[in-house]
T-cell receptor, first 118, second 114 residues
Framework: AQKVTQAQTEISVVEKEDVTLDCVYE???????LFWYKQPPSGELVFLIR??????QNEISGRYSWNFQKSTSSFNFTITASQVVDSAVYFC???????????????FGTGTLLAVQP | EPEVTQTPSHQVTQMGQEVILRCVPI?????FYWYRQILGQKVEFLVS????????KSEIFDDQFSVERPDGSNFTLKIRSTKLEDSAMYFC????????????FGSGTRLTVV
């Protein structure tokens, strides 16, 4: 069965601190995709990253970085030098994409509310 | 960058009324989805649609719900007789496959049932 666990419900940091959001997933498929989305107070889902199961390279994009470790089924997200504008709910999600796409639903974690204080 | 467009952004309806939520997916995408997010909770899969038929639906997607792609561009979610617990944000998404696989979400329709 597919499952995504985000154990951190809420995190509060002070601006300029680094913060890591944890994501642990479960799947039986060998081909899958992992995603991170940001949901600001306005409610839309903002795509941050997609990673496929065959690419374990870590990725950095500006202040954002992602650590994908298949050995621990984790896909953690770090924000360096956090800013107030980073305050949002962050969702990790899993898609089992091995079947060609027709039922590639996303399974979301419960989200982590990040509050960055000035 | 191509977008998934959802209308309306906010809809208020009375309990028992029918509502239709509308979405225009990205034109070359082939797979379409509806998701629901009750306030403060996680985003949940409702239904996927491919080749003009439902390919998968969750247990949330009961007989009160239906989807349609009436004209090749719009993708609609109908709730036949709304309940208070249908109040949520509804997201439409579309995807393609292959190397460009990605998930594009619309900005959502906030449905309030009173």
């Amino acid at each position: 069965a597919q499952k995504v666990t985000q154990a951190q419900t809420e995190i509060s940091v002070v601006e300029k601190e680094d913060v890591t959001l944890d994501c642990v997933y479960e799947t039986r498929d060998t081909t899958y995709y992992l995603f991170w989305y940001k949901q600001p107070p306005s409610g839309e889902l903002v795509f941050l990253i997609r990673r496929n199961s065959f690419d374990e390279q870590n990725e950095i994009s500006g202040r954002y970085s992602w650590n994908f470790q298949k050995s621990t089924s984790s896909f953690n997200f770090t924000i360096t030098a956090s800013q107030v504008v980073d305050s949002a709910v962050y969702f990790c999600a899993l898609s089992e994409a091995g079947g060609g796409g027709a039922t590639n639903k996303l399974i979301f974690g419960t989200g982590t509310l990040l509050a960055v204080q000035p | 960058e191509p977008e998934v467009t959802q209308t309306p952004s906010h809809q208020v309806t009375q309990m028992g009324q029918e509502v239709i939520l509308r979405c225009v997916p990205i034109s070359n995408h082939l797979y379409f989805y509806w998701y629901r997010q009750i306030l403060g909770q996680k985003v949940e899969f409702l239904v996927s649609f491919y080749n003009n038929e439902i390919s998968e639906k969750s247990e949330i997607f009961d007989d009160q719900f239906s989807v349609e792609r009436p004209d090749g561009s719009n993708f609609t979610l109908k709730i036949r007789s709304t309940k208070l617990e249908d109040s949520a944000m509804y997201f439409c998404a579309s995807t393609t496959t292959g190397i460009s696989y990605g998930y594009t979400f619309g900005s959502g329709t906030r449905l309030t049932v009173v």
